[in-house]
């Protein structure tokens, strides 16, 4: 099947500060979604973006398809963005490992 | 937007009895369903997809018997954990497609069962 890694898997960062997770994805997708899990398990969508680039505030993702990856970008952040970030594929939604972001006050 | 709902939240039960999680699609009929679960600090595994009138499907290594799953109707997919044990307790979510444009998946807001 598909293979989803993600990396970083951790990441530390000052409020404020800007950063770009990302996504590698083994096969061409027709589905890719990033979402935030919060600290009581809620996945929150992000964006659903198999291709191109979005943007919404302080979020934005672009997937390159034809080198099978995606980026999610976060500036200015805030610590309410803490929590673990994690990209999936497919209609089944094939999970990556994740990135668990601590955004420090 | 699309929502799922998943219930119980949360719940606690005692070893060798069976518990039942419902995931709903509230404003959209949805004939597919799928369940995860999540162990502490891991990703989300795919349990099952649940297909309405029909058998789920089952990844492998899921015992089918252990983890029975009826999709009975097109906004109605329930995973019964039968005869639970402790290393049974974990975090399950379901999601569901609206089928609409863009064909996003929405999930449920989990269930977390401890079994004791």
């Known amino acids: 099947g598909i293979q989803v890694e993600q990396s970083p898997p951790d990441l530390i960062l000052q409020e404020g500060a800007n950063s770009t997770l990302r996504c590698n994805f083994s096969d061409s997708v027709n589905n890719l979604q990033w979402f935030h899990q919060n600290p009581w398990g809620q996945l929150i969508n992000l964006f659903y973006i198999p291709s191109g680039t979005k943007q919404n505030g302080r979020l934005s993702a672009t997937t390159v398809a034809t080198e099978r990856y995606s980026l999610l970008y976060i500036s200015s952040s805030q610590t309410t963005d803490s929590g673990v970030y994690f990209c999936a594929v497919e209609h089944d939604m094939r999970f990556g490992a994740g990135t668990r972001l601590t955004v420090k006050p | 937007g699309a929502v799922v709902s998943q219930h119980p939240s949360w719940v606690i039960c005692k070893s060798g009895t069976s518990v039942k999680i419902e995931c709903r699609s509230l404003?959209?009929?949805?004939?597919?369903m799928f369940w995860y679960r999540q162990f502490p600090k891991q990703s989300l595994m795919l349990m099952a997809t649940?297909?309405?009138?029909?058998?789920?499907?089952?990844e492998q290594g899921v015992e089918k018997d252990k983890f029975l799953i009826n999709h009975a109707s097109l906004t109605l997919s329930t995973l019964t954990v039968t005869s639970a044990h402790p290393e049974d307790s974990s975090f399950y979510i379901c999601?569901?497609?609206?089928?609409?444009?863009?064909?996003?998946?929405?999930f449920g807001e989990g269930s977390w069962l401890t079994v004791v």
């Open positions: 649940s297909n309405e009138g029909s058998k789920a499907t089952y």
């Open positions: 404003d959209f009929q949805a004939t597919t």
């Open positions: 999601s569901a497609s609206d089928g609409g444009a863009g064909n996003t998946i929405y």
